[in-house]
């Protein structure tokens, strides 16, 4: 994924699928990003929460980050308004499957059924009338941050 050729680093992105197009504007953005990411042989590694002064994660500064993105679409507010309760719910019972039932939901299965809980609690609203359940699994970026 990621080697060093002429005095830089070379990012080989491997995908199993074909992408779509809206998929593949995600990637270059992606790319574009990694362009500009600099190994520092002095420094470990570290991760850092870059919506807090101290870099720690909080649940309050997710919340809040959230909320102050502005969102331009109906949609996306209703589902943003719903997403922490959804996440809370997924994850008591992704918890309780694991302790009582000895099944455990992999992280991406985990993340679709979060998407899937958010938009069914929403699905009535009029800005969801002609929405599907595939349009927002599937491309849940555009669904959320585009106006329909």
Not at 76 to 89: C, Q, T
Not at 117 to 141: P, T
Request: net charge neutral.
């Amino acid at each position: 994924m990621l080697g060093q050729e002429n005095n830089g680093l070379n990012w080989s992105l491997n995908f199993s699928r074909r992408l779509y197009d809206y998929e593949i504007r995600e990637v270059e953005a992606l790319l574009l990003i990694l362009q500009e990411f600099q190994l520092n042989d002095d420094e470990s590694d570290s991760r850092v929460w870059k919506w807090e002064t101290n870099k720690l994660f909080s649940v309050k500064s997710a919340y809040s980050h959230i909320h102050s993105i502005g969102l331009s679409s109906p949609r996306g507010n209703l589902i943003m308004e719903m997403l922490p309760a959804s996440i809370v719910w997924n994850l008591w019972f992704e918890r309780n499957q694991r302790v009582f039932g000895g099944e455990e939901v992999d992280r991406g299965k985990l993340i679709v059924n979060i998407k899937i809980m958010a938009y069914r609690w929403v699905s009535l609203q009029d800005c969801f009338k002609r929405a599907n359940l595939d349009s927002v699994v599937v491309r849940w970026k555009e669904f959320i941050f585009q106006p329909p």
